[in-house]
């Protein structure tokens, strides 16, 4: 393959558009950066799309095209240039048990991917977006999943009423200590989180199953904080949630 050097070449900017959400949406596309998430999206099968593996001159090896370093930079999100650099094929799916994450106006793209992540360390079956959420496929989202935007299961909700199993809302000081909660439940269950400063609306809590508290000290925990503990509580022992 010819080396590429100018940064008006049209893959690169094809490419570049992607750092657009509406771009990305258009496209089913999106973007990642560096050897590690490269790496992970090997490990779980996933291939980048035709044309779209980019490496700096020698770095990247069969397969990719060689792009001379400041045409690579001008593509990069990163604060100091990236190596290497594919395209990606979303994938969506329908929200789906026997633990579920569902966001709601978790508009932090940082928190969306450390969601992803934890989602993927505790074994949930899909993390589901609802309105006004960060785009998992934004460069910050996907920085922050650590390569588990290639694993973990996609899936979008326009409201609690689409969710599998039980909706357990998470709403500060309310409802039942989720610790508790978990002991008595074995069956699917989503796990409902909010933003940290508006938290859960009261028309999300009202069409939930039921309503769970973390105990804290401190006045709230933020969006990717709360999933995480929550999952830990819900999966500690295998017993609470099942597979069908």
């Known amino acids: 393959m010819s080396e590429i050097a100018s940064q008006q070449n049209p893959r690169l900017k094809s490419l570049r558009r992607l750092h ?3 771009e990305r949406a258009s496209r089913g596309l999106f973007v990642a950066e560096g050897e590690d998430l490269l790496d992970a999206a090997v490990r779980a099968g996933r291939e980048a799309s035709e044309g779209y593996r980019l490496a700096g001159t020698g770095l990247g090896g069969p397969g990719f095209h060689d792009v001379q370093a400041d045409a690579l930079a001008s593509v990069s999100t990163l604060g100091s240039s990236t ?7 979303q994938r969506w799916v329908d929200p789906v048990g ?10 932090d793209p940082g928190n ?3 969601v992803l992540r934890s989602a993927l360390a505790f074994g949930a ?3 589901v977006f609802g309105p006004r959420c960060a785009d998992p496929h934004g460069p ?5 999943s650590m390569g588990a935007i290639f694993e973990v299961a996609l899936a979008r909700a326009a409201s609690p009423a689409e969710l599998p199993g039980e909706r357990i809302a998470l709403v500060a000081r309310e409802g039942a200590q989720l610790s508790a909660l978990a002991e008595s439940r074995d069956g699917h269950a989503t796990l409902v989180v909010g933003a940290e400063r508006d938290g859960l609306p009261s028309d999300v809590i009202a069409a939930c199953d039921l309503v769970a508290h973390i105990p804290i000290a401190s006045e709230s925990l933020n969006a990717a904080m709360a999933a995480t503990v929550a999952l830990y509580e819900m999966t500690r022992r295998p017993s609470r949630v099942r597979a069908s």
């Open 20 to 22: 657009g959400k509406r």
């Open 83 to 89: 190596r290497v650099i594919a395209v990606y094929e």
């Open 112 to 114: 969306v991917g450390t």
């Open 98 to 107: 026997p633990l579920c994450v569902y966001l709601h106006g978790v508009g």
């Open 125 to 127: 079956s899909c993390v």
């Open 140 to 144: 910050k989202a996907v920085r922050a």
